[in-house]
């Protein structure tokens, strides 16, 4: 992938929140449609589960249908359940990176509005410190002209999705190819960071 964000281990965060298991840590991404997501941080050792679901508004129990509006204020997000003595925040947010378009504002490849924009949710004051360092290693890298315009923002309660969302790309997977085409998100994200 070439551009490496940050080589630091996060480990010993303090957790803030619910504990998602003992010795276990959680991660909340938004990057555009979940399902396209998902697949990226599934099969990463040390990755426990990774849940879709909906995060950042105002509404409480949102529906896929209310989100899609555009007028709940959440956005579609995975929450990533990890092990930190196996895989370190720091590598999450790398992966993280390499699979949106962090040059684009309330919008994701095919996808438009609020709830499609980017954020990293942050758990405690270690992620936030390592969102942020990230981001301003991409912003000075110079590998892009423009701003970056991904959110580092406080976690708050996440929504999971509905079961039919879940695991979407292996329970449709023809659906899904025709639709991660047709989005003409791995072509963009060939453009910004080069070959997987």
């Given at each position: 992938m070439g551009f490496m964000l940050l080589a630091v281990v996060a480990s010993g965060q303090d957790g803030a929140g619910a504990a998602p298991g003992p010795g276990l840590e959680k991660a909340t991404f938004a990057g555009g449609c979940?399902?396209?997501m998902e697949p990226a941080f599934d099969k990463l050792p040390g990755v426990k589960s990774v849940i879709s679901g909906y995060t950042g508004g105002q509404k409480v129990n949102p529906t896929y249908e209310e989100v899609s509006s555009g007028t709940t204020g959440h956005a579609?997000?995975?929450?990533?359940?990890?092990?930190?003595?196996?895989i370190?925040?720091?590598?999450?947010?790398?992966?993280?990176?390499?699979?949106?378009?962090?040059?684009?504002?309330?919008?994701?490849?095919?996808?438009?509005?609020?709830?499609?924009?980017?954020?990293?949710?942050?758990?405690?004051?270690?992620?936030?410190?390592?969102?942020?360092?990230s981001k301003k290693a991409l912003e000075q890298s110079k590998r892009f002209p423009g701003p970056i315009y991904?959110?580092?923002?406080?976690?708050?309660?996440?929504?999971?999705?509905?079961?039919?969302?879940?695991?979407y790309y292996q329970k449709?997977?023809?659906?899904?190819?025709?639709?991660?085409?047709?989005?003409?998100?791995?072509?963009?994200?060939?453009?910004l960071w080069g070959k997987p």
């Open positions: 979940f399902w396209c579609e997000s995975i929450e990533i359940t990890f092990d930190p003595a196996v370190g925040y720091s590598a999450l947010l790398d992966v993280f990176w390499h699979n949106i378009d962090p040059t684009v504002k309330d919008r994701q490849f095919c996808d438009v509005g609020s709830q499609y924009r980017s954020a990293v949710f942050y758990h405690d004051e270690q992620q936030k410190r390592l969102a942020e360092a991904t959110e580092i923002v406080a976690a708050t309660t996440f929504y999971p999705a509905e079961e039919y969302h879940q695991k449709n997977p023809i659906r899904y190819k025709y639709y991660r085409y047709g989005c003409g998100r791995d072509q963009r994200l060939r453009e």
